[in-house]
Nanobody, 123 residues
Framework: QVQLEGSGGGLVQPGGSLRLSCAASGDVFSLDYMAWYRQAPGKQRDLVADMHSGGITNYADSVKGRFTISRDNAKNTVYLQMNSLKPEDTAVYYC?????????????????WGQGILVTVSS
């Protein structure tokens, strides 16, 4: 079984910073893709940032220059550093990963979601 454990959310004032973490555990052979999504109140879940195994990253226009996605390969962990936070960043954040895992004597890619992480930006 492969699981994603997220952490690092909380309440922060506008202009502040938070770092979210998401660690993959279980039968992980490789972690080839990781992403962060968020869902604001009353809105759909949108992609915030992602990172491919080679280090290529993408960011939503709304967070470019403020958020940074990174990873620690040794720990199978991805991070989202969030700076200059705005009230509109308030949302439940989710990590997502495409994991190569051995299932029934076969290697298969699994898409796994972490639990929601609440980030509230308010004064």
């Amino acid at each position: 079984q492969v699981q994603l454990e997220g952490s690092g959310g909380g309440l922060v004032q506008p202009g502040g910073s938070l770092r979210l973490s998401c660690a993959a555990s279980g039968d992980v052979f490789s972690l080839d893709y990781m992403a962060w999504y968020r869902q604001a109140p009353g809105k759909q879940r949108d992609l915030v940032a992602d990172m491919h195994s080679g280090g290529i990253t993408n960011y939503a226009d709304s967070v470019k220059g403020r958020f940074t996605i990174s990873r620690d390969n040794a720990k199978n962990t991805v991070y989202l550093q969030m700076n200059s936070l705005k009230p509109e960043d308030t949302a439940v954040y989710y990590c997502n990963a495409h994991v190569l895992s051995r299932v029934d004597q076969r290697y298969k890619y699994l898409e796994v979601w972490g639990q929601g992480i609440l980030v509230t930006v308010s004064s």
